[in-house]
């Protein structure tokens, strides 16, 4: 990520096309607002490429003229002519539809494009950055994606790396997400090991929503795991049963079986076992983790003589 932070230095500074490359949620919106803002010139606006569908797209993009079709009663400006100054962030292009890519690259060469409906040449002055989660590589070879436009945004490269990849970042992360959504919350060690164990598929954003869900579950100052959503939590305990043992363990009766072939009961007395353990006896949370309800838990403790 300091790489990452001086690129986004370097880039700021000029007015080349930028390409931001990383999966949903590594926040590329964010950079891409970092970039515009160390210029510091025009607006920013942002061209939401997977949400532009059917004959929208051009009109949205571009612009309509009085009368261009039915219910265009006055003449509307584009998203293009919104970006005259400044920048316009291409979110998710990889979305762009063959038709709308020719135009765009038309505007990008000339500056200047026509309103749907308009015989007037309209210019507009903007940088573009794009984003995308796609391998646009892999796009143009399958010949989804113009050849020539991704040549044309690939002048300045950025790579965002997946929040797995940079666990360490996370509890900075944290931090500045409680600053932001709590008040005065505070997140425990084995909390934030939690935290950094998770695999995050929906990287910061996730993480983001998470901390808000901890947030308003909690009243103290003091977060918990029994805050923690149950999907994560769970996955947690998992790992920590699976890691628990190795291929042959104990059963009931002494007997020694291999882990694969483990009798059920077996898998549920230890999963309990393991749940309380690390609740440290908290049989409601423990039954939160497990998936069950309290009375449920006190049956099956009573079951196994627990």
């Not at 890519?101 to 409906?117: C, D, I, N």
Request: aromatic share 6%.
């Amino acid at each position: 990520m300091k790489q990452v932070h001086r690129l986004v230095g370097r880039m700021g500074k000029s007015r080349f096309p930028v390409l931001i490359l990383g999966e949903t949620g590594t926040g590329k919106e964010m950079v891409a607002r970092a970039i515009h803002n160390m210029e510091g010139r025009g607006p920013f606006v942002v061209v939401d490429c997977s949400s532009l569908v059917g004959p929208l797209m051009e009109s949205e993009l571009f612009g309509y003229a009085k009368g261009a079709f039915t219910g265009a009663h006055v003449q509307k400006l584009g998203l293009l002519d919104a970006a005259n100054g400044g920048s316009a962030f291409f979110d998710e292009i990889g979305e762009l539809p063959l038709d709308l890519q020719t135009k765009l690259l038309r505007v990008l060469q000339q500056k200047e494009f026509r309103a749907v409906g308009g015989l007037a040449q309209r210019t507009s002055n903007f940088r573009i950055i794009a984003a995308t989660n796609r391998d646009l590589g892999a796009e143009v070879e399958a010949k989804r994606f113009r050849e020539d436009l991704y040549y044309r945004l690939n002048v300045m490269r950025l790579r965002l790396p997946p929040l797995r990849e940079r666990r360490e970042d996370i509890p900075s992360l944290v931090a500045h997400f409680l600053q932001q959504h709590g008040n005065g919350h505070k997140v425990p060690d084995d909390l934030m090991r939690a935290l950094q164990e998770y695999e995050w598929p929906g990287n910061v954003r996730q993480l983001e929503h998470s901390v808000q869900q901890m947030i308003a579950l909690n009243t103290g100052p003091w977060l918990s795991l029994g805050d923690l959503n149950s999907l994560i939590a769970n996955r947690k305990i998992e790992g920590e049963f699976n890691g628990a043992s190795g291929g042959i363990s104990s059963g009931a009766d002494g007997q020694q079986v291999p882990e694969a072939v483990l009798p059920l009961a077996e898998v549920e007395r230890r999963a309990i076992l393991r749940a309380l353990e690390h609740t440290k006896g908290d049989r409601t949370f423990a039954a939160e983790l497990l998936g069950i309800g309290r009375t449920t838990l006190y049956r099956k403790l009573k079951e196994y003589g627990l």
